[in-house]
Nanobody, 125 residues
Framework: VQLQASGGGLVQVGGSLRLSCAAS????????IGWFRQAPGKEREAVSC????????YYPDFVKGRFTISKDNARSIVYLQMNNLTPEDTAVYFC???????????????????WGQGTLVTVSS
């Protein structure tokens, strides 16, 4: 299982970014995959998770309505569309997967075994 995150960068407040997570070693019809972030001095937190076999998603309240997770099965890529970004969204973003977990909620609240490297998102004011 390999995960490769990309798409981070510098964006102004209110702007948008789309992160990509390229998956290899498994197909995107296996559960589950998600995005997490870690800001300097803060604990890691989940921002979006997807159960790939039934497309059920989970978002914590602080990103609902702003972030959207989606997948492209043909390309084995999972996306995180982030809109209306704020400085509080500044963090290193990671994608993670758990092939033995079928619940997007459980993935976001658990400890996924498979991680990609992070991509830095900086929101400037």
């Amino acid at each position: 299982v390999q995960l490769q995150a990309s798409g981070g960068g510098l964006v102004q407040v209110g702007g948008s970014l789309r992160l990509s997570c390229a998956a290899s070693g498994f197909t995107l019809n296996r559960p589950t995959i998600g995005w997490f972030r870690q800001a300097p001095g803060k604990e890691r937190e989940a921002v979006s998770c997807l159960s790939t076999n039934n497309d059920i998603t989970y978002y914590p309240d602080f990103v609902k309505g702003r972030f959207t997770i989606s997948k492209d099965n043909a390309r084995s890529i999972v996306y995180l569309q982030m809109n209306n970004l704020t400085p509080e969204d500044t963090a290193v973003y990671f994608c993670a997967a758990d092939l033995a977990q079928s619940s997007s909620y459980a993935l976001c609240h658990g400890r996924p075994p498979n991680w990609g490297q992070g991509t830095l998102v900086t929101v400037s004011s």
